[in-house]
């Protein structure tokens, strides 16, 4: 069984600020792990997809690392503007199952004050 | 190119009704996904659909069925709505199995 945790459950940081989420899974046979992005009452954005053979990915001011020996991975925020208030969240893909259901955290709702 | 649609966006059902959401996914995806999204219990994962077929089942009782037509749209139906069925119900479709998961906006049921 997989099971996904994030801390902080809430974050709040003046702007500008340099930000890292942390997202830890109990199992570590996975293939990729995927960070999304939702704001109030609406869908997921797909931020970064980072697969297992990768310790790192880049998207602008994001960077997500892996360590699938640890059962880790962090999102860091370089230079936090208001804009990326949201709560993010982090999934893998459930072991033994094709690979596709994901098995979502409970997400960071992350506020960030001008 | 166009993202992950889903309709209706807002639904209001009375319990014991049934009802159809609907899902297209990028062009070119086979794989389509439907997932649950409460406060309580946050995002599960309902069904997966791939070229037709159900692939995997999460842990739902029978009133949640899916199903998913040649040119990949898929629909979900739920029957004899419960309170509890009120959730947030998200779509997610990939190329492939080990690819980017994209999500539709969503469709927000209320069971009243």
């Known amino acids: 069984k997989q099971e996904v945790t994030q801390i902080p459950a809430a974050l709040s940081v003046p702007e500008g600020e340099n930000l890292v989420l942390n997202c830890s899974f109990t199992?570590?046979?996975?293939?990729?792990l995927q960070w999304f992005r939702q704001d109030p009452g609406k869908g997921l954005t797909s931020l970064l997809l980072?697969?297992?053979?990768?310790r790192e990915q880049t998207s602008g001011r994001l960077n997500a690392s892996l360590d699938k020996s640890s059962g880790r991975s962090t999102l860091y925020i370089a230079a936090s503007q208001p804009g990326d208030s949201a709560t993010y969240l982090c999934?893998?893909?459930?072991?033994?199952?094709?690979?596709?259901?994901?098995?979502f955290g409970k997400g960071t709702r992350l506020s960030v004050i001008a | 190119k166009a993202g992950v649609t889903q309709t209706p966006r807002y639904l209001i059902k009375t319990r014991g009704q049934q009802v159809t959401l609907s899902c297209s996914p990028i062009?070119?995806?086979?794989?389509v996904s439907w997932y649950q999204q409460t406060p309580g219990q946050g995002l599960q994962f309902l069904f997966e659909?791939?070229?037709?077929?159900?692939?995997n089942k999460g842990n739902f009782p029978g009133r949640f069925s899916g199903r998913q037509f040649s040119n990949s749209r898929s629909e979900m139906n739920v029957s004899t709505l419960e309170l509890g069925d009120s959730a947030l119900y998200l779509c997610?479709?990939?190329?492939?199995?080990?690819?980017?998961?994209?999500f539709g906006q969503g469709t927000r049921l209320t069971v009243v």
């Open positions: 999934a893998v893909p459930l072991p033994n199952s094709g690979n596709t259901p994901l098995v």
């Open positions: 659909y791939f070229s037709e077929t159900q692939r």
């Open positions: 980072i697969q297992s053979s990768q």
């Open positions: 997610a479709s990939r190329l492939g199995m080990m690819t980017e998961a994209f």
């Open positions: 062009s070119g995806h086979r794989s």
């Open positions: 199992d570590s046979a996975i293939y990729n």
